[in-house]
């Protein structure tokens, strides 16, 4: 839980998701496939330009979010989420 919740930047919020992301310098892109109860939601974070560490946009099944919050339901559906990265304000040193 550690690990997801600094690293890959999800934090559970009640019945969303915060997305506060610090990746790794090397990564481009990971996927997370998280389930909430019987829905699986599919997630993509993507490093937009050279640095990355602030989440800039968010989809969730091809409609844009206005915050960096995933809202959760329990509708047994897959779902998809999109969370593209700009701007350095916090990626871990490449190891």
């Avoid at 481009?28 to 640095?51: F, P, W």
């Avoid at 206005?66 to 040193?93: G, N, Q, T, W, Y």
Wanted: proline share 5%; aromatic share 6%.
């Amino acid at each position: 839980r550690l690990t997801v919740e600094t690293l890959l930047g999800l934090q559970l919020e009640v019945d969303h998701l915060r997305i506060a992301p610090c990746i790794p310098a090397a990564w481009d892109s990971y996927k997370i496939h998280y389930r909430y109860r019987e829905t699986v939601y599919h997630i993509t974070i993507r490093r937009v330009g050279a640095a990355a560490g602030q989440v800039s946009r968010v989809t969730v099944d091809g409609a844009e979010r206005p915050d960096a919050r995933i809202p959760l339901v329990d509708d047994r559906r897959k779902h998809f989420v999109e969370v593209e990265l700009a701007s350095s304000l916090c990626v871990a040193p490449h190891r």
